[in-house]
T-cell receptor
Framework: GENVEQHPSTLSVQEGDSAVIKCTYS??????FPWYKQELGKRPQLIID?????GEKKDQRIAVTLNKTAKHFSLHITETQPEDSAVYFC????????????FGAGTRLAVHP | DTGVSQNPRHKITKRGQNVTFRCDPI?????LYWYRQTLGQGPEFLTY????????KSRLLSDRFSAERPKGSFSTLEIQRTEQGDSAMYLC?????????????FGPGTRLTVT
């Protein structure tokens, strides 16, 4: 079945710097890749997603890139702010029709003022 | 709040007891998912409903776990004879089946502690 690996597990940046989180997936048939942000004690929130027919998608300070050949996708956050501090999860939708998501283990991002 | 809701938010139980959690999805969403999240890990898929039909169950869902969605609206997840290893956050998500990519929206979760 699908497997998603996420790196790094922790990331510390200064406010205003950029942050990049990388994920790899195993099943080349996966076709949808969402990213979730989870603040302490709160629900995972969908922040951006990308479908397999698109190479890049941007929404204000966040962007996601997808390399289908290498089976890599990445989250890019520019001009980081302290409120970006959270755990970020990547996921891949397993093929097969039922849309279950396979998640990475998460990246804890700390943005220092 | 028109998002996914879950009750209770916290549950402490003794080993061997049965527990039941409830999930109310976004009202127009016909797809409902249960996930389990342990500390420091991403959510792991447990089961999926489309309307009232349970269409997929993970190997993680042992015979002590049962889920229902009797009228295609809210869902319940029951754990019988709880074990300490069942301690986790149980998350529910819902999505619309109307149009891809069928984004999943999560509830706040039920944190289960088995003592």
């Amino acid at each position: 079945g699908e497997n998603v690996e996420q790196h790094p597990s922790t990331l510390s940046v200064q406010e205003g710097d950029s942050a990049v989180i990388k994920c790899t997936y195993s099943d080349s048939a996966s076709n949808y890749f969402p990213w979730y942000k989870q603040e302490l004690g709160k629900r995972p929130q969908l922040i951006i997603d990308i479908r397999s027919n698109v190479g890049e998608k941007k929404d204000q300070r966040i962007a996601v890139t997808l390399n289908k050949t290498a089976k890599h996708f990445s989250l890019h956050i520019t001009e980081t702010q302290p409120e970006d501090s959270a755990v970020y999860f990547c996921a891949a939708r397993a093929p097969g029709g039922y849309n279950k998501l396979i998640f990475g283990a998460g990246t804890r991002l700390a943005v220092h003022p | 709040d028109t998002g996914v809701s879950q009750n209770p938010r916290h549950k402490i139980t003794k080993r061997g007891q049965n527990v039941t959690f409830r999930c109310d999805p976004i009202s127009e969403h016909n797809r409902l998912y249960w996930y389990r999240q342990t500390l420091g890990q991403g959510p792991e898929f447990l089961t999926y409903f489309q309307n009232e039909a349970q269409l997929e169950k993970s190997r993680l869902l042992s015979d002590r776990f049962s889920a229902e969605r009797p009228k295609g609206s809210f869902s319940t997840l029951e754990i019988q004879r709880t074990e300490q290893g069942d301690s986790a956050m149980y998350l529910c998500a819902s999505s619309s089946g109307a149009r891809p990519p069928y984004e999943q929206y999560f509830g706040p979760g039920t944190r289960l502690t088995v003592t």
